[in-house]
């Protein structure tokens, strides 16, 4: 789901104030009157807890992408806040002390005896990061997972060469580069997702359903075509706001009822198309059930004034029967209509 993710505005921002800070770190440092070398300690203060809080904005941008309720969980935050923290103290500490870095009367910058800290702590964050998109790869969508498994490679590679050789300045850029990446992801993704529910978009459709290869569809891809019931009503009765609202919860719905591998889009106001592949476990029963089940569970905890139900059309692609999947979809979609026109009582169920 796209989400305009304060964490990563975040990240962006103080990026740009590192930037900032290392385009005035080089004028500070030009001079040794008290003036620029008290600018030139502060610009370094900045730095030191810069990083680190790049890092920890990375983290939070990962765990909402997973939707993961982080201000719902105090513990998680008081320990991803704590090497932070620490880097604070100790960055503040060596204006006054050579904790991470000293600056001397000649404005000349030297690495302090607990330098050593400060890299750990952005490694910290960065291999958090990290282990956290590994461990939750089978909940990221395959085409989000390579750039969020990439985002911190620059920068850990950046760091080492910093590190190893004495007044290189390469992490800021390695950092942009990084930064840009996942930007351009982003904003890819946006041409492709649906404002607003996050799920694929008409656009992003059109190309799946032009990539299936009807061999290695047969028999084993289901696709199933889902249409709100009377959502007109609910529109014209309560608002669209309140419209808007039934369609994200929908969406929300179909995506903890599918899989990550799944193609979930909506095609239309409030028409969805889901394809899944199944198997001697995954069934087009147990999908169906699954689906109605999350249906009654989104009803029976929705604060909304009615219930939602919904008409669809499932069935599994076959070769001989259905030819191409455009008749395939076709199909769905009548048998989606018959399920609404038994609904309204205009049919009778077979």
Same mark, same amino acid.
């Given at each position: ?142 085409? =989000? ?44 993704? @946006? ?74 889009? @909506? ?41 939602? =139900? ?41």
């Amino acid at each position: 789901m796209v989400r305009d993710s304060r964490s990563f505005k975040t990240l962006i921002f103080i990026t740009g104030i590192l930037l900032i800070g290392e385009t005035l770190m080089i004028w500070a440092s030009s001079d040794n009157t008290m003036f620029h070398i008290i600018f030139y300690r502060l610009l370094n203060v900045v730095n030191f807890i810069g990083l680190p809080a790049t890092a920890l904005s990375w983290i939070f941008y990962i765990l909402r992408e997973l939707s993961y309720g982080i201000k719902n969980r105090p513990g998680i935050i008081a320990i991803l806040v704590i090497p932070i923290s620490i880097s604070v103290i100790l960055a503040f500490g060596s204006m006054f002390t050579n904790l991470y870095f000293y600056v001397d009367m000649n404005n000349v910058y030297t690495r302090g005896p607990l330098f050593v800290i400060h890299f750990i702590v952005n490694y910290s964050y960065l291999l958090i990061g990290l282990a956290i998109v590994i461990a939750q790869r089978k909940k990221i969508n395959p085409n =989000e997972f390579v750039p969020m498994l990439l985002f911190p490679i620059p920068p850990m590679i950046g760091g080492v060469i910093q590190t190893l050789f004495y007044g290189s300045n390469i992490v800021l850029p390695m950092l942009v580069l990084s930064i840009l990446m996942i930007f351009i992801f982003i904003q890819t993704r @946006r041409v492709v997702t649906d404002y607003l529910t996050g799920l694929n978009n008409r656009r992003q459709y059109e190309k799946y359903i032009a990539s299936i290869r009807l061999s290695g569809a047969d028999g084993k891809l289901a696709g199933m075509q889902i249409d709100i019931d009377n959502f007109k009503n609910v529109n014209d009765t309560y608002g669209h706001y309140l419209g808007d609202e039934v369609l994200v919860g929908i969406a929300k719905l179909l995506q903890d009822t599918f899989e990550k591998q799944d193609f979930i889009a @909506r095609t239309g106001g409030d028409e969805f198309v889901i394809f899944f592949n199944v198997d001697k476990v995954r069934t087009i029963s147990t999908i169906i059930k699954k689906f109605l089940d999350s249906l009654h569970a989104y009803n029976e905890t929705s604060s909304h004034p009615f219930k939602i =139900e919904c008409s669809y059309g499932v069935d599994l692609f076959l070769h001989k029967k259905h030819q191409t999947i455009r008749s395939f979809i076709a199909h769905l979609d009548s048998l989606m209509y018959r399920q609404k026109r038994i609904h309204h009582g205009e049919e009778e169920p077979s």
